[in-house]
Protein backbone atom coordinates (compact mmCIF):
# COMPACT_ATOMS: atom_id res chain seq x y z
CA UNK A 1 0.00 0.00 0.00
CA UNK A 2 1.20 3.67 -1.06
CA UNK A 3 0.66 6.53 1.70
CA UNK A 4 1.00 9.61 0.41
CA UNK A 5 1.28 12.71 2.98
CA UNK A 6 -1.52 15.72 2.32
CA UNK A 7 -0.06 19.29 3.91
CA UNK A 8 -2.62 22.40 4.19
CA UNK A 9 -1.34 25.67 5.33
CA UNK A 10 -3.39 27.74 6.86
CA UNK A 11 -2.43 31.31 5.43
CA UNK A 12 -5.56 33.08 7.58
CA UNK A 13 -8.17 32.10 10.11
CA UNK A 14 -10.23 29.02 9.50
CA UNK A 15 -13.21 27.54 10.57
CA UNK A 16 -13.76 23.78 9.62
CA UNK A 17 -17.06 23.23 11.50
CA UNK A 18 -18.44 21.12 13.34
CA UNK A 19 -21.98 21.38 13.19
CA UNK A 20 -22.04 22.21 16.70
CA UNK A 21 -21.62 24.84 18.93
CA UNK A 22 -19.96 24.72 22.25
CA UNK A 23 -22.34 25.37 25.28
CA UNK A 24 -23.67 28.37 25.52
CA UNK A 25 -20.79 30.15 24.57
CA UNK A 26 -19.43 29.30 20.68
CA UNK A 27 -22.70 29.12 18.34
CA UNK A 28 -20.38 27.65 15.59
CA UNK A 29 -17.17 25.88 16.78
CA UNK A 30 -14.43 23.76 14.88
CA UNK A 31 -13.61 20.36 15.65
CA UNK A 32 -10.99 19.26 17.76
CA UNK A 33 -9.85 15.80 19.51
CA UNK A 34 -9.99 14.71 23.31
CA UNK A 35 -6.82 16.84 24.51
CA UNK A 36 -8.03 20.24 22.72
CA UNK A 37 -6.09 19.68 19.88
CA UNK A 38 -7.74 20.72 16.81
CA UNK A 39 -7.96 18.92 12.99
CA UNK A 40 -9.52 18.94 9.89
CA UNK A 41 -11.38 15.71 9.29
CA UNK A 42 -10.60 13.48 6.46
CA UNK A 43 -14.64 13.55 4.92
CA UNK A 44 -14.32 17.86 4.47
CA UNK A 45 -10.54 17.94 2.59
CA UNK A 46 -11.93 14.89 0.61
CA UNK A 47 -14.98 16.88 -0.61
CA UNK A 48 -13.32 20.08 -0.94
CA UNK A 49 -10.20 17.75 -3.04
CA UNK A 50 -13.26 16.62 -5.03
CA UNK A 51 -14.64 19.67 -6.07
CA UNK A 52 -11.07 21.14 -6.83
CA UNK A 53 -10.36 17.93 -8.87
CA UNK A 54 -13.98 18.55 -10.85
CA UNK A 55 -12.51 22.29 -11.40
CA UNK A 56 -9.20 21.06 -13.01
CA UNK A 57 -11.29 18.68 -15.43
CA UNK A 58 -13.82 21.83 -16.60
CA UNK A 59 -10.64 23.76 -16.90
CA UNK A 60 -8.47 21.32 -19.34
CA UNK A 61 -12.07 20.62 -21.16
CA UNK A 62 -12.79 24.45 -21.86
CA UNK A 63 -8.89 24.50 -23.15
CA UNK A 64 -9.22 21.27 -25.35
CA UNK A 65 -7.00 19.33 -23.35
CA UNK A 66 -8.09 15.93 -22.95
CA UNK A 67 -4.93 14.74 -20.59
CA UNK A 68 -7.64 12.69 -18.70
CA UNK A 69 -9.45 10.75 -21.26
CA UNK A 70 -11.89 9.11 -19.10
CA UNK A 71 -12.31 11.96 -16.32
CA UNK A 72 -15.16 10.49 -14.66
CA UNK A 73 -13.65 7.49 -13.98
CA UNK A 74 -10.48 9.38 -12.73
CA UNK A 75 -12.68 11.11 -10.41
CA UNK A 76 -14.38 8.03 -9.35
CA UNK A 77 -11.03 6.03 -8.65
CA UNK A 78 -10.05 9.08 -6.12
CA UNK A 79 -12.95 9.68 -4.02
CA UNK A 80 -15.65 7.34 -4.89
CA UNK A 81 -19.04 7.62 -5.48
CA UNK A 82 -21.75 8.15 -3.14
CA UNK A 83 -23.36 6.18 -1.32
CA UNK A 84 -20.65 3.42 -2.33
CA UNK A 85 -20.13 0.36 -0.05
CA UNK A 86 -16.78 -1.10 -1.06
CA UNK A 87 -13.88 1.24 -0.44
CA UNK A 88 -12.42 2.96 -3.76
CA UNK A 89 -8.68 3.16 -4.43
CA UNK A 90 -7.37 6.30 -2.33
CA UNK A 91 -8.40 6.71 1.54
CA UNK A 92 -8.40 9.68 3.29
CA UNK A 93 -7.26 10.32 6.72
CA UNK A 94 -8.10 13.32 9.57
CA UNK A 95 -5.16 16.05 9.25
CA UNK A 96 -3.89 16.97 12.50
CA UNK A 97 -1.15 19.86 13.16
CA UNK A 98 2.52 18.84 12.17
CA UNK A 99 4.26 16.24 15.15
CA UNK A 100 1.08 16.33 16.50
CA UNK A 101 1.81 12.48 18.09
CA UNK A 102 4.93 14.37 19.81
CA UNK A 103 2.27 17.00 21.05
CA UNK A 104 0.03 14.41 22.62
CA UNK A 105 2.07 12.94 24.81
CA UNK A 106 3.05 15.93 25.91
CA UNK A 107 -0.21 17.11 26.68
CA UNK A 108 -0.58 13.54 28.22
CA UNK A 109 2.19 14.42 30.62
CA UNK A 110 0.65 18.40 31.49
CA UNK A 111 -2.72 17.33 31.95
CA UNK A 112 -1.99 14.40 33.96
CA UNK A 113 0.58 16.53 36.59
CA UNK A 114 -0.96 20.47 36.29
CA UNK A 115 -4.04 20.11 34.93
CA UNK A 116 -5.24 23.36 36.85
CA UNK A 117 -3.40 25.05 34.28
CA UNK A 118 -3.16 22.57 31.69
CA UNK A 119 -6.24 21.48 30.43
CA UNK A 120 -8.36 20.80 27.65
CA UNK A 121 -9.72 24.12 27.25
CA UNK A 122 -6.73 25.54 27.51
CA UNK A 123 -4.73 23.86 25.34
CA UNK A 124 -7.69 24.45 22.85
CA UNK A 125 -7.36 28.13 23.56
CA UNK A 126 -3.83 28.11 22.24
CA UNK A 127 -4.29 27.06 18.96
CA UNK A 128 -7.90 28.90 18.41
CA UNK A 129 -9.26 32.85 18.27
CA UNK A 130 -13.18 33.16 18.94
CA UNK A 131 -15.11 36.05 17.06
CA UNK A 132 -18.21 37.54 17.30
CA UNK A 133 -20.50 38.87 14.36
CA UNK A 134 -23.79 40.25 14.50
CA UNK A 135 -25.99 40.94 11.32
CA UNK A 136 -26.50 44.60 9.80
CA UNK A 137 -30.06 45.39 8.37
CA UNK A 138 -30.07 47.60 5.46
CA UNK A 139 -30.01 50.60 7.18
CA UNK A 140 -26.50 49.77 9.03
CA UNK A 141 -28.39 48.86 12.29
CA UNK A 142 -27.32 45.59 14.13
CA UNK A 143 -30.63 43.11 14.07
CA UNK A 144 -31.39 42.09 17.81
CA UNK A 145 -30.29 38.88 18.83
CA UNK A 146 -28.54 37.99 16.08
CA UNK A 147 -25.06 38.01 17.48
CA UNK A 148 -22.85 34.82 17.19
CA UNK A 149 -19.62 33.51 18.24
CA UNK A 150 -17.59 31.78 16.33
CA UNK A 151 -14.25 29.63 16.97
CA UNK A 152 -11.35 29.91 14.34
CA UNK A 153 -8.20 27.81 14.18
CA UNK A 154 -5.15 30.40 13.94
CA UNK A 155 -3.23 31.19 10.71
CA UNK A 156 -0.12 29.81 10.25
CA UNK A 157 -0.65 26.14 11.21
CA UNK A 158 0.25 23.01 9.17
CA UNK A 159 -1.54 20.27 9.27
CA UNK A 160 -0.70 16.69 7.68
CA UNK A 161 -3.23 13.54 7.31
CA UNK A 162 -2.33 10.32 5.02
CA UNK A 163 -3.93 9.40 1.98
CA UNK A 164 -3.55 5.83 1.08
CA UNK A 165 -3.85 3.79 -1.58
CA UNK A 166 -3.78 0.16 -3.13
CA UNK A 167 -3.39 0.71 -6.36
CA UNK A 168 -1.35 3.58 -7.88
CA UNK A 169 -2.49 5.12 -10.63
CA UNK A 170 -0.47 7.72 -12.38
CA UNK A 171 -3.52 9.35 -13.98
CA UNK A 172 -5.28 9.39 -10.87
CA UNK A 173 -2.41 10.89 -8.50
CA UNK A 174 -1.63 13.52 -11.36
CA UNK A 175 -5.22 14.49 -10.56
CA UNK A 176 -4.60 14.19 -6.71
CA UNK A 177 -1.83 17.11 -7.24
CA UNK A 178 -3.74 19.16 -9.19
CA UNK A 179 -6.44 19.57 -7.73
CA UNK A 180 -4.27 20.21 -4.49
CA UNK A 181 -2.58 22.74 -5.82
CA UNK A 182 -5.55 23.86 -7.67
CA UNK A 183 -7.21 24.42 -3.81
CA UNK A 184 -7.62 27.67 -2.50
CA UNK A 185 -9.94 27.59 0.72
CA UNK A 186 -11.83 25.20 2.91
CA UNK A 187 -14.21 25.33 5.39
CA UNK A 188 -17.44 27.93 6.51
CA UNK A 189 -17.05 31.77 6.10
CA UNK A 190 -14.87 32.19 3.05
CA UNK A 191 -16.73 35.18 1.88
CA UNK A 192 -15.65 36.76 5.10
CA UNK A 193 -12.18 36.01 4.75
CA UNK A 194 -11.31 32.60 6.50
CA UNK A 195 -10.38 29.70 5.10
CA UNK A 196 -7.32 30.25 2.81
CA UNK A 197 -4.76 27.61 2.96
CA UNK A 198 -1.97 26.41 0.81
CA UNK A 199 -2.11 22.41 -0.14
CA UNK A 200 0.17 20.24 -1.02
CA UNK A 201 1.88 16.84 -1.58
CA UNK A 202 4.82 16.19 0.01
CA UNK A 203 7.54 15.29 -2.64
CA UNK A 204 5.07 16.67 -5.24
CA UNK A 205 7.22 18.41 -8.32
CA UNK A 206 4.52 19.92 -9.62
CA UNK A 207 5.63 22.65 -11.89
CA UNK A 208 7.01 20.05 -13.50
CA UNK A 209 4.16 18.26 -14.44
CA UNK A 210 2.05 21.14 -14.95
CA UNK A 211 4.45 22.00 -18.01
CA UNK A 212 4.26 18.89 -19.84
CA UNK A 213 0.17 19.19 -19.44
CA UNK A 214 0.59 22.58 -20.92
CA UNK A 215 2.98 21.27 -24.01
CA UNK A 216 0.42 18.21 -24.65
CA UNK A 217 -2.88 20.71 -24.65
CA UNK A 218 -0.84 22.41 -27.56
CA UNK A 219 0.04 25.52 -25.06
CA UNK A 220 3.51 26.92 -26.09
Given at each position: ??????????????????????????DTDIVFDEYGIPFIPARRIKGCLKDSANEIIEMLTL????????????????????????ENGFQ????????????VDWFKYLNNNYSEIFSKEAI?????????????????????????????????L????????????ADSEFLLELA???????????????GEVKCSLNGSDIKDKIQKLKTAGGEK
Amino acid sequence: MKTIILNIELLSDTLPGSGEGYGAVIDTDIVFDEYGIPFIPARRIKGCLKDSANEIIEMLTLANNNHFSNSQETIKDLFGMPGQSEENGFQFYNLYPKEYNQTVDWFKYLNNNYSEIFSKEAILESYTDVRMQTRIDDEGIADDHSLRTIRVIRKGLTFEGEIKTQIPNADSEFLLELACANLRRIGTKRNRGLGEVKCSLNGSDIKDKIQKLKTAGGEK
